[in-house]
């Protein structure tokens, strides 16, 4: 195929490419909080998460956004984003300072039943301290300096289990969930007393219509309501057994 470049014609010089800015990190955790250039910042992490968390025990997780933040702060809503790009790393540093909470012994007892027991119940009064934030440790766990503490934690207390790595690392995922799953439940049936008699009434009904010879066994057996942190024990209990037992299989 024939050149369509004129003949002599001067080769045109190339031209020189821009260098192409790297990508910023998508964790807020790989994002310097400031690069030590400049004024002080008027804000910090913890602070911003401070008054988000205010907000979310006040009024729940779904009334935190950067503008009440801001509003909250005295600061306008875009100069909000120079400390924190989106509303997901808001929610980031706000899981990982309620973590910052945890009151964790410098080092286990040995006793791995009994430090996990003392674990869990500290974990449930974080819960109830911020009820907001089971919901948010299911929908984004956290992986903070604090998060990562308590990880951390939870593998030296298993430690002696024997158990791999990776095995104490789903127990401590069935072990949260546990807690996040009854903190939850806790907070609905209290805040829907009226459904909650309804549904007993209607199970009740429902054992005693003999379509369910199961049901109605249990309900046979069954005592009075629980307390609450008396069936917390009980379940974490089994929980914690489970979490002990020799690993079988692959």
């Known amino acids: 195929m024939p050149s369509s470049k004129p003949p002599n014609s001067p080769a045109r010089p190339e031209e020189p490419q821009k260098p192409v800015p790297p990508e910023?990190?998508?964790?807020?955790?790989?994002?310097?909080?400031r690069t030590g250039r400049g004024p002080r910042p008027a804000h910090s992490r913890d602070s911003i998460a401070a008054?988000?968390?205010a907000i979310a025990d006040a009024e729940g997780l779904d009334a935190v956004s950067m503008r009440?933040?801001?509003?909250?702060?005295?600061?306008?809503t875009m100069s909000l984003y120079n400390y924190v790009p989106k509303k997901e790393h808001l929610l980031d540093l706000m899981l990982d300072a309620a973590c910052g909470e945890y009151r964790l012994p410098p080092a286990p007892s040995g006793d791995v039943r009994a430090d996990l027991a003392s674990l869990a119940h500290e974990q449930l009064t974080l819960f109830r301290r911020h009820p907001w934030l089971p919901g948010l440790v299911i929908a984004r766990p956290g992986i903070g300096p604090n998060a990562l503490r308590y990880t951390d934690h939870f593998l030296a207390v298993t430690a002696p289990t024997g158990l791999p790595g990776g095995t104490r690392m789903e127990?401590?995922?069935?072990?949260n969930g546990?807690?996040?799953?009854?903190?939850?439940?806790e907070r609905t049936a209290a805040a829907g007393a009226k459904w909650q008699a309804e549904m007993v009434g209607y199970l009740t009904q429902a054992a005693m219509s003999g379509a369910y010879p199961n049901l109605a066994q249990a309900f046979a057996t069954a005592g009075p309501p629980a307390d609450?942190?008396?069936?917390?024990?009980?379940?974490?209990d089994r929980v914690?057994?489970?979490?002990?037992a020799p690993a079988t299989g692959s």
Not at 24 to 31: K, Q, S, T, V, Y
Not at 228 to 236: G, I, V
């Open 171 to 175: 127990a401590m995922a069935m072990f």
């Open 228 to 236: 609450p942190d008396q069936a917390f024990d009980r379940t974490l």
């Open 24 to 33: 910023a990190p998508e964790l807020i955790w790989l994002r310097p909080e």
């Open 51 to 53: 008054a988000a968390i």
């Open 68 to 76: 009440r933040v801001a509003a909250a702060l005295g600061a306008g």
């Open 178 to 185: 546990f807690i996040c799953q009854f903190a939850q439940y």
């Open 240 to 244: 914690i057994l489970a979490i002990l």
